[in-house]
């Protein structure tokens, strides 16, 4: 994770950004402490990044990288404004002890790759370019299934899928998504692979709430998305909700600013 100490939005590269709306970096760094605390009382480590001054996206770790069987394949950022954010990730994976794998294509880290099982999902559309899904697969010697989104308010794989199950429950691993933000054969595939998904509706995604961080039984989810709370509860999980409504105005939430260190 990376305290958001100089959060602010000053440029626009999402639809839910706006320059001309303020934001309270003090109010942000609260909220994101919120986080931090549900984390540590969950019994996580959290490792932490020291923020950069002049890149107020880098609280939005999970888009640092794709940390994996103790490699981490770095970020190559669409925008110039967040491109110094990768190496300023790759050098902390160096120093904690991980194999840097430098990217040749673009991608935005776990932003547009979720582990599901020993499978890949992996998002393009908008930030990830698909020749990463390739160049994933090469690293990591996993299957790699290509998704499709089509809503540029759901930019990201992790702001439109919902990860709920790292380890299978009965064999199974289950997902909730949005459908609208993908395309035909996207849904096609998602329909077949995840038949008992969690299907989200559009007021609860449209505030991030599928941009959560779940252990198989704890789900960390955006506070105001109680429509999805009730689904996760009525499924068997707890929900814990957190609001981060300041670091939404950056167009980021619960998993965007989560990044998996897997060893």
């Known amino acids: 994770m990376c305290r958001p100490e100089h959060f602010t939005v000053s ?48 609280v939005y770790s999970a888009n640092g990288g794709f940390v994996l069987d103790g490699k981490a394949y770095g970020a190559s950022f669409t925008y110039p404004e967040r491109q110094p954010e990768g190496p300023a990730y790759m050098e902390w994976f160096a120093a904690a002890g991980f194999e840097v794998v430098v990217p040749e294509e673009v991608n935005e880290g776990e932003g547009d790759f979720l582990l599901v099982g020993d499978v890949v999902l992996a998002g393009t559309g908008f930030r990830s370019a698909s020749d990463s899904h390739a160049e994933v697969a090469r690293v990591f010697g996993r299957e790699v299934v290509g998704l499709t989104l089509v809503d540029p308010s759901f930019y990201h794989l ?4 919902a990860v709920l199950d790292p380890e299978p429950v009965d064999g ?31 007021e609860d995604a449209s505030i991030l709430g599928l941009n959560s961080y779940s252990d198989g039984c704890n789900v960390v989810i955006a506070a105001a998305a109680t429509g999805f709370e009730r689904q996760l509860r009525e499924r068997g999980y707890n929900p814990i909700g957190v609001d981060l409504s300041e670091l939404l105005l950056g167009g980021g939430g619960v998993k965007c600013c989560t990044l998996e260190l897997r060893r």
């Open 11 to 58: 440029y626009r590269i999402n639809p839910w950004m706006d320059p001309q709306v303020p934001t309270d970096t003090l109010r942000a760094v609260e909220q994101w402490q919120t986080l931090y605390e549900t984390y540590l009382g969950l019994g996580f480590d959290v490792q932490l990044i020291d923020p950069l001054p002049g890149l107020p996206d880098m």
């Open 158 to 161: 992790d702001t439109a899928i």
């Open 172 to 202: 199974v691993h289950n997902i909730a998504y949005l459908e609208s933000a993908f395309d035909e054969p996207s849904l096609t595939v998602l329909r077949e692979r995840f038949p008992d998904a969690v299907l989200v509706g559009q």
